[in-house]
């Protein structure tokens, strides 16, 4: 089992749309979580933490269930430019600041 | 401002043949990463630095060596590249006090 389970997608949705996307966790330890964000053949870049409480920056919406291990990230008003893969990331303890991370759920928005 | 540079953008090498990429940062983070991902994969950690602390994931081949001489440098050396190693590697620094990982660009290894 993946430590980190992501839809792959492809979410295709047009310009506007509400799109949400799910992560579930196995390790029970994971410390801290996040989004980041990989436009096609480049490097990961983060998006936004995920706070216990859930958290929202502009069109972004974070929630997270430590209970379920279920992380989620809503994005309103999708534009063009959201078009990218986006990956769910965990903190695990043991080394330095350790990430764990999914395989990304792809999302292409559409004129 | 290049933050996390890595050389060359794009390898080839042939099968058997040693590689080494390169990793240079200008942020002066103590922590260090080396990334495996290949397509439609998740970035995988191969090993990470604090300092001069090396810390190896268990399920990283033996095929896979790294060497950090100073701060600013890290490297990676695949002593006798497959097929399978062909993928992009990415280097990641991080502050050691905050949670935020920088990416470099990523090496694109093709392997012939």
């Known amino acids: 089992r993946k430590e980190v389970e992501q839809d792959p997608g492809p979410f295709n949705v047009p310009e506007g749309a509400t799109v949400a996307f799910n992560c579930t966790y196995s390790?029970?330890?994971?410390?801290?979580f996040f989004w980041y964000r990989q436009d096609c053949r480049k490097e990961p870049k983060l998006l936004m933490s995920v706070y216990s409480s859930g958290n929202e920056d502009g069109r972004f919406t974070a929630q997270l269930n430590r209970a379920s291990q279920y992380i989620s990230l809503l994005i309103r008003d999708s534009k063009l430019s959201d078009s990218a893969t986006y990956l769910c990331v965990v903190r695990v303890s043991g080394g330095y600041n350790k990430l764990i991370f999914g395989a990304g759920t792809r999302l292409a928005v559409h004129p | 401002d290049a933050m996390v540079i890595q050389n060359p953008r794009y390898q080839v090498t042939q099968f058997g043949k040693p590689v080494t990429l390169s990793c240079s940062q200008t942020?002066?983070?103590?922590?260090m990463y080396w990334y495996q991902q290949k397509s439609s994969q998740a970035p995988k950690l191969l090993f990470h630095y604090y300092d001069k602390d090396f810390n190896n994931e268990a399920d990283t081949p033996d095929n896979f060596q790294s060497r950090r001489p100073n701060t600013s440098f890290c490297f990676l050396d695949i002593r006798s590249p497959g097929l399978g190693d062909a993928a992009m590697y990415l280097c990641?620094?991080?502050?050691?006090?905050?949670?935020?990982?920088?990416f470099g660009p990523g090496t694109r290894l093709t392997v012939t």
């Open positions: 390790n029970s330890a994971s410390q801290s």
């Open positions: 942020l002066n983070h103590n922590v």
């Open positions: 990641a620094t991080n502050s050691g006090e905050g949670y935020e990982q920088y």
